[in-house]
């Protein structure tokens, strides 16, 4: 780390790689959530804009005002690519404390929050694992479910037959357990306690005559109201209902919205994700299935972002770069403006 103590930090994604895994991640999300339940941090709607059929530009934030921190993280998604980044900031003085790369830390944070749902509304015995979509988030969703449950079997779902058996081989060489392709939706969740879709389905890939009694399920692709990953008859059957924002789900979710309405309908038996940690939530041999609907929130980047500029401070890691500084604006006009019909 070099420049002046005073400047801001430029932490990269080798820094964030180097600082925070799996299990941090979830620990690091846990703790923020427990913050939200008492009060201590809160979060903004995500605001998002479409274009060119598709593309999508997206912006979150959060602050936690007890220790000191407020942040966006903006990202614009194409079919070229993204580039995610975190921007924190002092929420008393209102100075740049760091810009954090974050592509590893959004599926961290993704991962975290199905890691820390799972923990939560899984059977403390859920062994066998459906995932469903094999695309860039797939991996750290795998990590997250083998950090709380003692799963055995995964089965993996991809429509491409060629990523559903690249990704079977991944998974296998990444964390040695027993992993199989399936054919279908159908297959993969036959007799799962544990099942995650993340995809990018514009209409409901799983219906409740899939599903077993007894599992639970992640739902993190469906993210705009263009997009949907589960059928009303697996929100009528779930007995936990669970979301990380729910003035959020509000907004953004179409499943949720088309099941209970939109506001100012009725949404008592939907949970925020933060008051189910809060209550420290075991599920019961009357639950039936439980679904967490994540769509990310500000909370869990900065969660994430507090942990990891915190340690960058301590380690020594990441890169100074000036305090951004105020030039009053021109207010005179220019002969060159004026030629090119200026007022």
């Known amino acids: 780390m ?12 080798g820094d964030v790689v180097s600082m925070m895994d799996i299990g941090e991640a979830i620990a690091a999300l846990e703790a923020g959530l427990l913050a939200e339940a008492k009060g201590d941090a809160y979060n903004m709607i995500k605001t998002h804009v479409e274009w060119n059929g598709g593309a999508t530009l997206h912006a979150i934030g959060a602050v936690f005002p007890g220790r000191g921190y407020a942040g966006t993280k903006t990202w614009p998604h194409t079919k ?26 959004g599926q961290l944070r993704t991962a975290a929050a199905c890691g820390v749902a799972t923990r939560f509304l899984a059977s403390p015995e859920s062994n066998e694992f459906a995932i469903i979509g094999t695309g860039k988030q797939a991996i750290t969703q795998v990590a997250a479910v083998l950090a709380v449950r003692p799963v055995r079997r995964i089965r993996i779902f991809s429509p491409n037959a060629e990523h559903r058996t690249q990704f079977v081989e991944r998974v296998r060489n990444e964390f040695e357990v027993e992993t199989v392709a399936s054919s279908s939706v159908r297959e993969a969740v036959n007799g799962a306690s544990i099942i995650t879709i993340v995809t990018r389905a514009t209409e409901p890939v799983l219906s ?5 009694a007894g599992a639970h399920i992640n739902s993190i692709g469906a993210i705009v109201p263009s997009r949907a990953e589960v059928s009303g008859d697996v929100i009528a059957r779930a007995t936990q209902l669970v979301t990380d924002s ?3 789900a509000q907004k953004l979710s179409r499943e949720l919205i088309e099941f209970f309405g939109p506001p100012p309908a009725e949404w008592g038996a939907v949970r925020s994700l933060a008051s189910v940690v809060a209550s420290k939530f075991t599920r019961t041999a009357s639950d039936d299935l439980t679904l967490f609907k994540a769509l990310g929130v500000g909370v869990s980047d900065l969660s994430l972002g507090i942990a990891l500029y915190e340690r960058a401070l301590a380690l020594g890691l990441g890169n100074r770069i000036p305090q951004p500084r105020k030039v009053s604006p021109r207010l005179r006009t220019t002969e060159v403006a004026k030629s090119r019909g200026g007022a």
């Open 2 to 13: 070099t420049g002046s103590e005073n400047s801001a930090l430029w932490i990269s994604e």
């Open 80 to 105: 070229n690519g993204a580039t995610p980044l975190l921007v924190l900031f002092d929420s008393n003085s209102g100075e740049l404390k760091a810009i954090v790369e974050a592509f590893a830390l």
């Open 208 to 212: 409740a005559d899939m599903v077993d």
């Open 246 to 248: 729910i003035p959020q």
